[in-house]
């Protein structure tokens, strides 16, 4: 066993740029965690004082570990710090959590427990909404392809806003509306030709996706006019559609808040322009999610305030310029609020080594006639793409710590792989762990509250891993892990073949 400190160890040129070598594997990086999770006496990572190897005792492995303490602060603390910055603009902001991200009847009652209302997107959204009694007047409906049922069941759960996406669904939701002798409270979901993406964004007149209404002069039916303002028009002469304000969505992972401003400018324009134009009077204006959270250390998420804050700013000034009443403002944090709170605790199982050439011009050698090979590690856990497709479909970064003990071993760049027949099914791309890691050994991925349990699947007949909610020193199901009953219980069975 090699002797070599943490400290002597240099970076691996297999690594990525960014990923730095940590001075200490066996600290937290606090950004990345949930508050309430700490190592304890013994080195053993605990949340809210519940070890994890308690954990893996009660629940299994893979399961997903939330914090509900952390999930209930983070929400609180969005809906404040926009409450607080936009009080003297519009009276305060309404925070819809997008339950795109993570949903199920435990988190659904939080959010409406802490004042925040609730974005939907299916007919399977509004039911774990109803199932928990929230006020359909809480509740937001998106969605470029509602069917007809969605839209009758948005109406039956008389909800505060159905978000249109294009001039096809107004028309069907006017009819349907009609039909029952309803109205339909409506947002139109415009696309501002901004995009954001991390720390840029870009900006173009035109729009390529399925989302939303177009800005642009000459995208709508008739000649000279927008999609949007068609949509408008439109909305304002159906009888049973109240058009509340409009929308827009710009991207997700976004830490600098140019791209909200810029958005914001161009809907507040676009407002006036509607005053002017047809003597309407817009109310509200949601300006979407899409706030950033820390997946490596490398990620550095701004506090709600500062966002609030600088987005304030550019409301505040663009209404005082266009001499309008300020709109009501709206947002829809998924991620920021759920991301955090969770992580994936796995049990590391097979463990291997290769060998990857680097050509000598990598190292600045170019004069070498021969490559060098430097190791990566392969730590295979007990689950992978099917409860984390994150990395496989977007790249996604993550991180990972050894959970179950501390160690003093030397950093050795790993690769975290899952057990599934793809050789894409990785976890965490790049980072470095001790290199003692063993087998049985429980490994924690932080951040993975959002869009993992949300999108895990069955791939290989694996489970999907249950979710624990923890608070004050105490674990709870908040969604059980599926069983192989569970697995086979749609299976019509042989009998039908
Ligand atoms: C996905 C989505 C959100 C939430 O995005 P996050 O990145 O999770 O904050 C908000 N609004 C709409 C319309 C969305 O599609």
């Known amino acids: ?53 308690e954990l893996k005792e009660q629940f299994g492995t893979p399961l997903f570990v939330m914090s509900e303490g952390d999930f209930r602060a983070r929400a609180r603390s969005f809906k404040d710090a926009f409450d607080a910055a936009f009080a003297d603009i519009c009276g305060g902001v309404d925070v819809y959590y997008a339950g795109k991200s993570f949903l199920c009847t435990a988190v659904a009652a939080w959010v409406a427990g802490e004042g925040l209302r609730l974005d939907t997107c299916s007919g399977g959204e509004l039911a774990v909404a109803a199932r928990v009694g929230i006020d359909g007047a809480n509740l937001g409906l998106h969605g470029n392809n509602k069917s007809d049922a969605e839209i009758n069941r948005a109406l039956d759960m008389k909800l505060g806003r159905i978000v249109v996406d294009s001039l096809d669904e107004l028309e069907r939701v006017a009819k349907i509306a009609s039909g029952r002798g309803d109205t339909a409270k409506v947002m139109l979901r415009l696309t501002p030709g901004v995009h954001a993406h991390t720390h840029e964004f870009i900006a173009t007149a035109h729009e390529d996706q399925k989302f939303g209404l177009s800005m642009a002069e000459d995208s709508g039916e008739a000649a000279g006019l927008s999609a949007a303002e068609e949509a408008v028009a439109a909305a304002t002469s159906y009888s049973n559609v109240e058009l509340l304000g409009l929308h827009c969505h710009i991207g997700s992972q976004i830490f600098e808040p140019d791209g909200f401003a810029l958005a914001a400018e161009k809907l507040l324009d676009f407002l006036a322009e509607m005053r002017a134009k047809y003597s309407i009077v817009l109310p509200e204006l949601d300006l979407g999610g899409g706030y950033g959270i820390a997946y490596t250390p490398v990620d550095t998420p701004r506090p709600p305030a500062e966002i609030a804050q600088a987005m304030a700013a550019v409301v505040r000034s663009k209404c005082a310029e266009l001499d309008i009443t300020p709109p009501r403002i709206s947002i829809e944090p998924g991620r920021a609020i759920v991301g955090t709170t969770t992580f994936t605790l796995y049990e590391v199982g097979t463990l291997k080594t290769v060998r990857v050439d680097v050509p000598a011009d990598a ?30 479909l977007y790249d996604a970064d993550y991180s990972a710590i050894v959970a179950s003990r501390t160690s003093d071993a030397a950093p050795q760049l790993s690769r975290v792989v899952g057990k599934h027949c793809e050789s894409g099914d990785i976890v965490v791309r790049d980072v470095y762990l001790p290199e003692d890691v063993a087998a049985g050994d429980l490994l924690a991925v932080p951040g993975t509250g959002a869009y993992c349990w949300a999108l895990s699947s069955n791939y290989n007949y694996l489970a999907r891993p249950g979710v624990v909610a923890v608070r004050n020193g105490a674990a709870r199901l908040i969604v059980r892990g599926e069983t192989e009953e569970d697995l086979l219980n749609r299976d019509m069975g042989v009998a039908n073949v």
């Open 363 to 392: 190292l600045g050698e170019a004069g070498r006639d021969h490559n060098v090979t430097f190791p990566r590690r392969y730590v295979s856990v007990d689950g992978g793409m099917s409860d984390n497709p994150r990395p496989v």
């Open 1 to 53: 066993m090699q002797s070599n400190t943490n400290n002597s160890t240099s970076a691996s040129p297999l690594a990525p740029g960014w990923l730095a070598v940590p001075e200490d594997l066996n600290a937290l990086h606090a950004p990345m965690w949930a508050a309430g999770v700490q190592r304890n006496d013994d080195g053993e990572l605990a949340i809210d004082g519940v070890p994890v190897r």
